[in-house]
């Protein structure tokens, strides 16, 4: 069966103002209509059709954290996908590595199988156990040096997308080149590194940053800190625009840094639930007034959506619709490697994110397969 969705489609050569036809096989079959003057992407009544939404950082929601196992993961992409979300990395803490091998178990077999009515999860960000015991942010103390034995044995139960490393920790910066000769992609952060350990890391193929800003050295005018080496010289980078993790205007300066700077959510078991105690992987957090938090005040991943996140970027930060499509999709796509999602093309994956005028989720495709979206008015 094919079906059609209309409206003001956001494709990589510009907006148009036609129909997208979904084919029976879960592709983008064909774009039609009249282009749109690209200065009144925004103007009109909608609905606006854009890329669905890639979050390649992805801790829990609805209640359920992906260290759980079980099926945590198929929940979790269920309530990230009603907002929007089509695809995800689920996003893994420091741990012992009993406690990663269940959760990559779990995981591994939804990546494999997929599962109708969720986000498509594309395989595991690991979010350490490879960063610097000094700058653990929320993450609890199981830090390690880099090994590659283990991220084997990890990537056997489920694809390991990407990972998140401290080049500064004794060990990592030489294994960086070795990760990424055995095919994994490796991402700075939860850092005390200099300048240049930034700038050595990516010359060693360390390709992006993780949540810029946050568990990383900051700029200084004479010590730029890991922030000075993403900002001065990242092709990609991640950022949480939920407006509490980092400054509007560092988010402004972010975009005019780094090309490919694209929004993850760092979302946890609290997302999409009321205010109350939860749990992001074995340690217990307090949701309130939108933030997550540890006993100790430090901010414990988000509660932010990313429809949310599209929403802050063009309402808050100011940026152009299209702009805003591509630092939620396109980049992250690419940062993947990704040609066939995050994107509106014929060919690639329908994964598509249907908006109304004040940007909000009316409907969602996943590889061409409806997702039930009950907030929807
Ligand atoms: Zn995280």
């Given at each position: 069966?094919?079906?059609s ?12 103002e ?6 029976a ?35 829990g ?13 198929l ?6 996908a ?12 420091t ?13 591994g ?8 009515g ?14 610097n ?27 390991v ?23 994994f ?57 939920d ?6 205007g ?13 929004c ?70 690419d ?5 066939d ?21 009316q ?5 061409g397969g409806?997702?039930?979206?009950p907030?929807?008015?």
């Amino acid at each position: 069966m094919t079906r059609s969705v209309k409206g003001r489609i956001l494709t990589p050569a510009g907006a148009v103002e036609g129909a997208l036809r979904i084919g029976a096989q879960g592709r983008i079959e064909a774009i039609e209509g009249s282009p749109v003057d690209p200065a009144q992407v925004r103007d009109g009544t909608g609905p606006f059709i854009l890329p669905g939404f890639i979050d390649l950082h992805v801790h829990g929601g609805a209640g359920r954290d992906i260290m759980e196992g079980g099926d945590a993961a198929l929940q979790v992409a269920r309530k990230h996908a009603e907002h929007g979300t089509t695809a995800l990395l689920a996003t893994t803490m420091t741990a012992p590595p009993e406690d990663l091998r269940l959760s990559l178990e779990a995981v591994g077999a939804l990546c494999r199988a997929g599962a109708p009515g969720a986000a498509r999860v594309l395989g595991m960000h690991l979010e350490g156990p490879f960063i610097n015991k000094g700058k653990l942010g929320a993450q609890p103390d199981f830090a390690r040096p880099v090994s590659l034995a283990e991220l084997r044995e990890l990537d056997a139960l489920a694809p390991v997308r990407l990972l998140t490393l401290a080049p500064e920790v004794p060990g990592n910066m030489e294994a960086i080149a070795e990760l990424v000769a055995a095919g994994f992609r490796v991402q700075v952060g939860h850092t005390l590194g200099t300048y240049e350990d930034g700038v050595q890391a990516l010359e060693r193929g360390a390709r992006g940053f993780t949540h810029l800003f946050n568990a990383m050295t900051p700029l200084h005018h004479r010590m730029p800190g890991m922030v000075g080496a993403a900002l001065a010289h990242a092709q990609f980078a991640e950022i949480i625009p939920d407006l509490l993790h980092v400054h509007p205007g560092a988010i402004r300066a972010a975009l005019r840094c780094i090309p490919g700077l694209y929004c993850v959510t760092d979302s946890t078991a609290a997302t999409g639930m009321p205010d109350g105690e939860y749990k992001l992987g074995r340690q217990p957090v307090t949701k309130c007034l939108g933030g997550v938090r540890l006993a100790d005040g430090t901010l414990a991943g988000s509660t932010l959506t990313m429809d949310r996140a599209l929403r802050n970027l063009v309402d808050v930060i100011g940026i152009t619709l299209p702009d805003a499509a591509r630092r939620l999709a396109t980049h992250a796509a690419d940062f993947l490697g990704l040609a066939d999602r995050g994107r509106l093309a014929v060919g690639a994956w329908a994964d598509v994110v249907v908006l109304d005028r004040d940007l909000r989720v009316q409907e969602v495709f996943v590889e061409g397969g409806s997702i039930d979206v009950p907030h929807a008015g």
